[in-house]
């Protein structure tokens, strides 16, 4: 792979990336880490890599790993941020052409509120970025190349659902905790559900009943719409055949300590297995699963998205009927 092709590949990367010349001055710096450090317009193109590095034993380092010609892993490396912030990153150095290649890996912010499953989540999002790229530059390929109107309809959903979770992964990595609130037409996010069970290989029968008179509330759209996305799945991995989705509006409603006076209450009813009775009382605890191949995090994240909008996820099965029923307060939208 030619230099162009190479940097035209890794500008779509999420994982930061510098290439240095023989001199130890920037080459060229990709989106991804431009972004993290807050440079803005301002381009560092040209300059030494202590400006970037903020740490003359680091510097060091680099040239050491330039002059033996061996590559060499950093662990917890402090990087000054425009803004001021000193911002950690684990950064691996390798020779590149005539000069060096680094690539950065941001660490999580410690957060002294930060939940187990908070935890586990920003580590998983730091994993999943580098794959997310890969993918949605996979689809545009396959966008621009295929012929039939269908096709590249479905590469566009796979790059749209890529932006999203790349969205939703730098919001757990930045510690940007609090939801982005806007409003939202929760039957938007239902069809848009559809359309992405449909794509699935075997997408299960889909029903509606929605209650046209819901009003818009305030959440977080990417959010809410990852937390109907796992319950989805979670009733097709339980063998759902068939799937309901349906909207209510609740009045008088106590959500843990609070009494709502309007509630939106969204049901995803499946006819699947069922849940087993011994993981119904832990069924939203990180890391349970009824699944040999489960990973338990689909619907403790749902649960943790939910209470994050003030709401509540709640669960009722039995073989061949679970339904799902997620509860968010209306009356933000209209104080």
Not at 46 to 67: E, F, I, K, S
Not at 87 to 111: C, K, R
Not at 158 to 168: F, M, N, P, Q, T
Not at 205 to 220: A, E, F, I, K, Q
Request: proline letters at 6%.
């Amino acid at each position: 792979m030619n230099e162009l092709a190479w940097r035209t590949w890794a500008e779509q990367m999420a994982t930061g990336l510098v290439l240095v010349d023989a001199e130890l001055r920037l080459r060229w710096v990709n989106p991804a880490l431009t972004e993290w450090l807050e440079l803005g317009l301002r381009s560092p193109l040209g300059q030494p890599l202590g400006v970037l590095l903020g740490d003359d034993g680091a510097v060091a380092q680099a040239a050491r790993v330039l002059t033996e010609q061996r590559p060499a892993q950093w662990r917890g490396v402090s990087l000054p941020a425009a803004s001021g912030r000193q911002l950690s990153a684990d950064i691996a150095v390798q020779p590149f052409d005539d000069g060096l290649l680094l690539e950065v890996h941001a660490l999580a912010e410690p957060v002294e509120s930060s939940s187990p499953l908070s935890a586990t989540l920003r580590g998983f999002a730091h994993e999943v970025k580098n794959p997310l790229a890969g993918l949605r530059g996979a689809a545009q390929l396959l966008q621009r190349r295929v012929d039939s109107d269908d096709l590249r309809a479905l590469a566009g959903l796979i790059i749209d659902e890529a932006d999203r979770l790349g969205v939703l992964a730098n919001r757990l990595l930045h510690h940007d905790g609090a939801p982005q609130l806007g409003p939202v037409n929760i039957h938007r996010l239902l069809e848009r559900l559809c359309d992405l069970l449909q794509a699935e290989p075997a997408p299960p029968r889909l029903c509606h009943d929605y209650d046209p008179s819901v009003p818009d509330l305030m959440g977080d759209a990417d959010r809410l719409q990852q937390l109907l996305l796992n319950l989805a799945r979670n009733a097709m991995e339980a063998g759902a055949h068939t799937l309901t989705l349906r909207t209510r509006i609740e009045h008088g409603l106590r959500v843990g300590e609070r009494m709502l006076r309007m509630a939106l209450r969204v049901d995803v009813i499946d006819d699947g297995a069922g849940v087993p009775a011994a993981l119904r009382d832990s069924l939203f605890q990180p890391l349970v699963s009824g699944r040999a191949d489960g990973t338990g995090l689909g619907l403790a994240l749902s649960r943790e998205i939910a209470h994050e909008h003030g709401g509540e996820l709640r669960c009722a099965s039995r073989p061949g009927h679970t339904v799902f029923s997620l509860y968010l307060p209306l009356e933000r939208a209209h104080d």
